[in-house]
């Protein structure tokens, strides 16, 4: 439960050492690059602030020692002010890791070794892994890194982890601080601090329910600086209300801030004897932000982006696509032949390999789509393209910091969702949560490309492109609406940071690519499977006499019994149960209409099965691919916007409205296009 | 000193022509592009836009347009004296992923029309597809060729760290 002072130990003879370690640090220092190279995991790892949200923990092995090592979220400071530094915060106070490693990015000295103070005077011993070496080099600035080690007495490791250089000197700086020991560093602070200090210390010491080992000049400067949450610690050890009023009343605004400057007082003259600048030159990256980041030319070059990024994911996987269709449809009509008991062949033929093949065509442009993805994070661009959406959408009114999590949207919403915990805000949070579903994921990509594909030809991509748009405007106008309605009032102030850019790396792109797309294969292999026998079920019974996927099917009776409601958006029964199904899983959509639409017709993949068929033309299709954009998140969806919201009340809000804007658009989307007799 | 300023001014004039040239490439397009369409709706297969050599439609001259435009911001960039390396790179990295991307597309064309045998590729011929990456192309291999310093930082070698 806390920092002890003294902690000498000695390796036990021959038997091993089990420690656990936490690597700590300001965001996107590359914590979770270490994380990996230390455990051989995966975090998911980004070129912008915010992208761990959750610690997670991992294993490693080296001479004596087996370290448990948890990568924490990146923070600024031990007093949270988001969910994901209190989660930090909270792992280092409370959970007491024998050893912190801090993760100092070496270009940012100053404004990390805030936070190595405050770990410090908390009593953690702490290793500082001084990393990113190579950008400060390539800056032309030094850190004289012997000296600064002595002058904070903290073992520095100078690193590169995102080439692995550095890890065994880390190793040996471990297994030196684990033996010897560290004093809690004491920050002298002026004489009126500090005499209030040991008369708070005082009586905190005479207070029997405190655990002696915690470290209570810590304690006093967190109660002097009228931190709120001490009050719940006091709290959890039984201290009376009344003391806690005491000892809350010594707290001061002033002297807060005298604490704070006496630490950055103390840094400053540290760096200034460590820390050589190169000359001041306008960098490369700034040169490319005057432009990306410009104020009118910031959006056309995003949405340019994002339209070459189609055309890219449509080209490459038009040709993989087809084989893949052919494959299945041949597949499909050799099984419906050649299998003699009949239900067992259509069930094989039609349901499983028509309802799979229809998800697994699509396997081609998610893959590709996932890989342009993380190739815009690594490079640095993404966290640009955030900031110039960020920025239009605090001149509207609305609060920044919400499109990383928008833009991490594209890929799946889930994890999208819960990286807004890095909001300061709750209900600059709350919104950004409750937009999120618009963001168009992978999994309705099948839809898109399917239908776009086969009804708009060489336009498809751009037909890609515009749904992709149309859900980032309906997400700002919800938020506009959600600002002006439920959550009025004043939002965090927008200040970001951007990352440097890195030139992308063809093989983290091809792992990562890989990681997500992996996701939907296993989703095809488990829900998708199940749903599609589900769907080939309803669709074949009752058993006897009637046809397969025809009107007398309990499928149709389901589908007939909602279709009214669909009928003014362009929808038959099929397509309505097909987007009942999707309420699983988005990717259902197109594996149910493989499975009733390109079942039966034997040597038909999906693709010409929808062509042929008179239920589905160019209009009707359009309204469907701005129905499946918009409406009900999906179940995973659904789940983590409950968790994050912790509100029934949203979570039944967030299902319902966008169904019924679903509705609304693709109402829109058919009547209009009906009306201009568009030919379409 | 004298030989920055010649290249600072040698940018300049690079910048200027560039981006008029693409700005009226630009609007060309996309007049063309709205004349395709037009005969398109009306499937008209012999109009006069599918014969011209000139490459129409809309968005790929809205490619065009942005590019000119940020070469152009560039210029006035130079004017007052600063610098638009930037301008000149960001415009060129694009110009360069567009036309890798038509590249690209030409040769999944020939795949799909040859290899596959796709019907949807039944009037199609090659120079449709490489028209674009023809008109595309100059100016900016030109630039990539002239100011490879500045679009392309150099590779240092890896640093050795003192342990
Ligand atoms: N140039 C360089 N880049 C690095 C180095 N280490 C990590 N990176 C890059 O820095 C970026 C951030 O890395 P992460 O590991 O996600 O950082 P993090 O500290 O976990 O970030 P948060 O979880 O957001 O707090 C990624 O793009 C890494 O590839 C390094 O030594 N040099
Ligand atoms: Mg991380």
Redesign the pocket.
Known sequence: MAYKTKNVKEIPNGGKISTNIALA?N????????FNALTGLKQ?????????VEKKEGKRSFNNFELSIT?L??TYSLSASSLDEQIARDFIIYDTPEIVVQ?VDASNLERNLYLTMMLRELGARVVIAL?????LEKDGSSINVQKLSTEIGIPIVP?????KIGIDDLENAIESVYLEDQKPMEIKYSKEIEEVLSTIQKMLLSIPSIPSSFNLRWLAIQILQNKSDITTLLESWNVKSKVIGELTSFGKEDYEAEIIDSKYEYISKVTSKVWKKGETKVTRSDLIDKVVTHKWLGIPIFLLVMWGSFQFVFAVSVPFMELIDMLFGWLSGLLVDNIRIEWLGSLLGDGIVGGLGAVLIFVPPIFTMFFILSILE?SGYLARAAFVMDKLMVKLGLHGHSFIPMLLGFGCNVPAIMSTRSLKNNKDRMITILINPFMSCGARMPVFILFAGLFFGASAGTVIFALYVLGIVVAVLTAILLRKTFFKGESAPFIMEL??Y?SPKLRSATIAMWDKGKMYLKKAGTIILIGVVFVWFLAAMPFGGVEYGGPDTWLAAVGTFFEPIFRPLGFDWRIVVALIVGFVAKELVVGSLGTIVGGGESDEGIKSAILADEGFYALNSLSLMVFTLLYFPCAAVVGVIKKETGSWRWTIFAIVYSTVIAWLFAFAVFQIGSLMGSGL | MEKSKNTSNNMKTSLLAGSLIFLVAAIAEIILGAFKMYADSKELEEHWVNIIPFPPGIFPGLVVLLIGLIWIVGYFVTRKGQNANGHLSVGTIIALGFIFLFILILLIDIFNAYALGLEDYDGWTILASLRWIIFLSPIPMFFTMKYREFIFTRKKKTIMLQS
Request: charge should be neutral; proline fraction near 11%; glycine fraction near 14%.
């Open positions: 640090g965001p996107n220092t590359g914590k979770s690059t270490l998911k790892i980004g070129n912008w602030s915010g992208v761990t990568d979220p990146g993760i990393n990113m070496m190579d950008l690193m590169i982890a995102n080439k690594d990352p440097p890195h």
